[in-house]
């Protein structure tokens, strides 16, 4: 590959595109980056997204979006490299560590990024938020899983479910 | 005939006890096919999520237990998690099989079952439940417990009782003979650990039985019917207690097809003692210290010692307790396949 750049990019990756969030910030990005998402990449495949047109995405607030770019440039390189088999133990301990650094972050952040993540289709991210969600309910009870996750108040016919069920099945509650 | 017999492992002569159960429709069950289809609002944070988004996150809760509470924390998650596909898509991490391990019931004696009288010199114990691994993974709890400690036994039928089969949350129990009974009575009972019910089966004339000794037991439960409407019918007519007993005779031997041996780590000296065959595991005993029991993954040939076993334990009547995940939430979520 004729890639003059210098880093990690293999791929070309001179070619940038611009994103527009709901309120109207323009994020510029590389191509490779952008094209983590499966919604963005045939946009981008189509030369879509270059000079001052930019893509809007209008379920993205900026916050949320700058949140999702850090990620994808960050994963950006080892994508190019087909999932990276050829990436060290180290590159991936470090893609890890950033991983999980990622995550903990602040709840309504969170829910705004699994939206986003699931809307772009970019799967790396999708799987990492629903894992991250998937910790915080291992181990509570129904109704602690309700309130982490900011569901409203039980229907008194929920409640009786849940009480019901925890009388039937002590032993998952111990 | 002495009715001893009938517990006398004979290798030469094969035949199979089978006890049919139709466990009664659960409560849950019921509750489900009262629910209308309308479909609750799941809020977080004030939007919406999406189906395959809280199927990622389902897919993803680590642990079954963790799932199992998911399934109640409201209708729309119910039904997300007793879809059959999801259950068969997720991986569930107990293991690598759909089943896993959870432990062995064992009963406490010295000296082995097959004379009635060592059922009477032993301890007033209910059997052990012992679990598979250690450091508290199996859903039954980290520590060993007695059986009576799962279900609700006022009459200590449980006490001395030999474990004879396990399946699918259920454990069939032969009841010690009391003092004063015939020796050819052959009383059982099943223990639903999950739901914590002790059922009587009717007794047994184990006379019947003696002529060609009892190679096996095994537990067959309604959910093993596919077909819904199969199921229906077995269950209307055998609502009310345990009824169908049959016995299938087969004379030739039991083979085992061994795709290929395990090395059992030759410095540990272990035999093995029972299959979980599901989980694809083998309980192994230290010929040379019966303290030390192992659980073998055929997989990778890897041995876990087994905390909680005592050289108290009579090995024979050793019974592995497997549960498979999606089996169970099908049964318990009211799902048909």
């Known amino acids: 590959m004729a890639a003059p750049e210098s880093g990690d990019g293999n791929n070309g990756a001179a070619r940038m595109v611009t994103l527009i969030s709901s309120d109207n910030t323009r994020f510029e990005v590389e191509a490779a980056a952008a094209s983590l998402s499966q919604t963005l990449q045939l946009t981008i495949l189509d030369g879509g997204g270059g000079g001052g047109d930019g893509i809007p995405l209008p379920n993205v607030d900026s916050a949320t979006l700058s949140k999702v770019l850090e990620y994808c440039i960050k994963h950006a390189p080892a994508a190019a490299n087909g999932g990276a088999p050829n990436a060290t133990a180290v590159d991936r301990a470090e893609l890890e560590r950033f991983d999980n650094e990622f995550v903990n972050i602040d709840q309504s952040v969170l829910y705004s990024l699994i939206m986003a993540a699931h809307n772009l289709e970019i799967e790396g991210l999708q799987s990492l938020v629903a894992k991250k969600v998937a910790d915080m309910i291992k181990g509570k009870s129904p109704m602690e899983i309700r309130r982490t996750l900011g569901f409203p108040d039980p229907t008194p016919e929920e409640q009786a479910e849940m009480n019901a069920h925890m009388l039937e099945y002590g032993w998952a509650y111990e | ?337």
């Open chain 2, 1 to 337: 005939m002495e009715s001893s017999k009938c517990f006398d492992e004979e290798r030469t002569r094969v035949s199979l006890l089978a006890i049919s159960l139709f466990a009664p429709v659960s409560r849950s069950r019921l509750v489900i096919s009262c629910w209308s289809g309308e479909m609750l609002q799941v809020k977080m944070d004030h939007e919406l999520l999406p189906d395959d988004v809280v199927t990622d996150i389902l897919e993803r809760v680590p642990d079954s237990i963790s799932l199992f509470r998911c399934s109640v924390v409201c209708k729309h998650w119910r039904r997300l998690v007793a879809d059959p596909v999801f259950l068969r898509r997720r991986r569930w991490s107990e293991s690598f099989s759909q089943s896993s391990l959870l432990g062995f019931f064992v009963q406490r004696h010295r000296t082995n079952f097959s004379a009635q009288r060592n059922i009477s010199s032993s301890p007033n114990l209910s059997p052990a439940f012992v679990p598979a691994s250690p450091g508290g993974d199996s859903v039954l709890g980290p520590g060993r417990r007695l059986l009576s400690s799962f279900v609700r036994d006022d009459a200590r039928i449980l006490d001395k009782a030999k474990p004879l089969a396990a399946r699918g949350g259920l454990v069939l129990v032969r009841v010690a003979p009391r003092s004063s009974e015939k020796n050819n009575i052959l009383r059982l009972s099943v223990c639903n650990l999950l739901t914590g019910r002790l059922e009587r089966l009717p007794t047994l004339d184990a006379s019947l039985l003696d002529e060609i000794g009892v190679r096996g037991y095994g537990l067959i439960a309604a959910s093993d019917y596919n077909d819904d409407d199969d199921a229906a019918r077995h269950h209307e007519r055998l609502a009310h207690g345990y009824s169908t007993l049959f016995q299938v005779c087969q004379d030739g031997a039991l083979a085992w097809h061994l795709t290929r041996f395990i090395q059992l780590n030759p410095g540990k000296w272990l035999s093995p003692v029972c299959v979980a065959e599901n989980s694809g595991t083998v309980l192994a005993l230290c010929r040379l210290n019966p303290e030390y029991a192992y659980v073998v993954d055929l997989q990778s040939g890897s041995a876990t010692k087994m905390q909680g076993w005592t050289s108290s334990f009579n090995y024979r009547t050793a019974v592995p307790f497997e549960i498979n995940w999606p089996m169970f939430f099908m049964s318990r979520l009211g799902v048909h396949i």
